[in-house]
């Protein structure tokens, strides 16, 4: 049938033959759109359920084309021991994928962890004879099987240097080259990788990286492709994923995704699905944009097995399946992008640009706020969220400041600010802002807000009100109110409260006997004082 025949043509080679694109019905598979746009969809397996369980593999074999074995591959299983090799995990993989039509990416020949230690026991030249022997062996044991090995993993710290591992430490960074020409060697047919995780921007790691593949490249190092593994946050995925992509390309080696997920704080909710959503749309419009980027892998389809909430914290729901198997809005996201669009955001893919890094004022027991250099979009910025580290909305606004209120007294605070687009687009995080919230009036735990109003005004004098309120949840024993006259007034006499003033800064403590307020009680104070023609109110009043 002729769709068949166009689906498996990739789009590049359409577009060069000058044809018009063929319409033909929309995947209904990760594994069909990724073929039909001339790539490959890959998953991480992991070997329990890979044994055990049915709805596992069913939808392992109906979306993927590519699958990783998730550890069967690595050094501790396949050389447990010097000289003695175990396949059993890993060829019942290789077994299934060649049943099921997938193709396999080997995981990994050479790092610094999962790796028994009489390998890291040993000294230099035996080590290094050591890491070409399991490369012959291993890359020998699934010759013809593999369409590409992670040769190297992670060999660079996060500031761009090298790592600093047994391998390093006594090999120096020889043992790369090496590595590459064993692999060669064992399978002359096998894609060969550098593999690394915070590459996926153009940051200093990922230039590292880039420079070391140009240098490999130059010295004639057989070196195929490089593997980002693409272990991002919601609303996090760089800005620059594609133009980092390009640039690997650009030195001609194939580029892959290959160990996707995009964590939240769990548990999830319909926002962060929907961000989620967005995220992975994102990441696959960016490789599908790069006619080198050959392929996805994501690190495990389902939340039921993920390393995400082992290894971070109150993080999971990473994966585009939910724990029962249902496809969750990510998985939408990527078929969306796989057919060719953002499914629902009308068309538009631009994110907008990054916000600039906010400042925070009026910080108070409760609340802070911030103010940032506003977004711009090629439609129009709709919107800012205020996240957390954990990537927690605290707040949103439309415009360019927001105050945010609920905060925990004396809590340390480091926030960002995401902009927002109608179709759903997410920039990337602003720089951050860290601040802490004050204790609460008179070293008591709870909040308390200032409303000043001015009562009355006449020439060069005014007289003015100061309302404390405890907004908190527990009673507070006393209050610090604070402000700067913006201009120029000076405090001639006070009542209800303590005065100290210094140039244009006031700050008015309880008199004592009205700092004790209950929850949701009020106080007031007030005072008279001078001003030289102008009598603006200031624009933050602060209680603590
Ligand atoms: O997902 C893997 C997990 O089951 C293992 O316990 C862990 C041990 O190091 O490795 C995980 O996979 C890693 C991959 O091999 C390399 N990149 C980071 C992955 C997540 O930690």
Not at 1 to 19: N, R
Not at 134 to 151: E, L
Not at 492 to 511: C, K, Y
Request: glycine share 10%.
């Amino acid at each position: 049938m002729l769709t068949k025949v166009w689906k498996a043509l990739p789009i590049a080679a359409v577009l060069l033959a000058g044809a018009a694109l063929p319409s033909y019905a929309a995947a209904s598979t990760l594994r069909d759109g990724a073929a039909a746009a001339g790539r490959y969809f890959g998953t991480a397996v992991a070997a329990g359920p890979l044994s055990n369980e049915s709805q596992y593999i069913t939808v392992l074999d109906r979306e993927f084309n590519s699958v990783t074995a998730e550890n069967a591959m690595k050094w501790d299983a396949t050389e447990p021991s010097a000289g003695s090799f175990s396949y059993g995990s890993a060829d019942a993989l290789v077994t299934h994928a060649q049943a099921h039509g997938q193709q396999v990416r080997g995981h990994t020949l050479v790092w610094h962890n999962q790796t028994p230690s009489w390998v890291q026991n040993l000294a230099a030249a035996d080590l290094r004879t050591a890491m070409q022997n399991h490369i012959a062996n291993v890359v020998g044991h699934f010759k013809g099987k593999i369409y590409a090995w992670d040769v190297v993993n992670e060999i660079f710290d996060d500031n761009g240097g090298f790592r600093s591992s047994f391998w390093s430490q006594k090999l120096g960074q020889t043992f790369v080259a090496d590595a590459f020409t064993a692999a060669r060697a064992a399978d002359p047919a096998a894609k060969l990788y550098i593999n690394d995780y915070n590459v996926e921007g153009v940051n200093s790691k990922s230039t590292a990286m880039y420079n070391l593949v140009r240098t490999l490249k130059s010295q004639g190092v057989p070196i195929d492709g490089v593997g980002l593994q693409a272990h991002l946050i919601v609303g996090q995925v760089p800005s620059d994923l594609q133009q980092n992509i390009q640039r690997f390309a650009d030195l001609g080696v194939d580029v892959a995704l290959t160990e996707l997920d995009i964590r939240m704080q769990t548990p999830s909710d319909s926002t962060k699905l929907a961000n989620q959503r967005t995220d992975y749309n994102r990441v696959t419009t960016a490789c599908l944009a790069v006619t080198r980027c050959v392929g996805i892998t994501v690190w495990g389809f389902t939340d039921k097995y993920s390393w995400v909430p082992d290894v971070f914290s109150g993080q999971g729901a990473a994966l585009p399946y939910n724990e029962n198997y249902q496809a969750k809005p990510a998985y939408t996201g990527m078929l969306d992008a796989l057919n060719g669009g953002t499914g629902g955001g009308g068309g538009d893919t631009q994110a907008p640009t990054t916000p600039g890094t906010p400042t925070a004022s009026t910080v108070t027991s409760s609340g802070a706020t911030l103010t940032w250099t506003a977004s711009t979009d090629n439609t129009a910025v709709t919107g800012y969220d205020i996240v957390n580290a954990a990537n927690t909305v605290l707040g949103s606004s439309t415009g360019a400041t927001t105050t945010l209120t609920g905060l925990t007294p004396a809590t340390s605070y480091t926030l960002r600010v995401i902009a927002k687009d109608a179709a759903g687009n997410r920039s990337t995080a602003s720089a951050s802002v860290t601040f802490t919230t004050t204790t609460g009036g008179g070293g008591g735990s709870g909040a308390c807000t200032a409303t000043y109003s001015v009562v009355n005004s006449w020439q060069n004098g005014f007289q003015a009100g100061v309302t404390v309120t405890n907004t908190g949840t527990a009673a507070i024993t006393g209050w610090t109110v604070t402000w700067t006259f913006p201009n120029g007034q000076t405090i001639t006499q006070l009542w209800n409260g303590t005065l100290t003033q210094s140039g244009s800064a006031i700050t008015v403590r309880n008199a004592s006997y009205n700092g004790a307020l209950g929850v949701g009680a009020s106080t007031t104070f007030g005072f008279t004082g001078t001003h030289t023609g102008t009598n603006n109110a200031p624009s933050s009043v602060t209680c603590s």
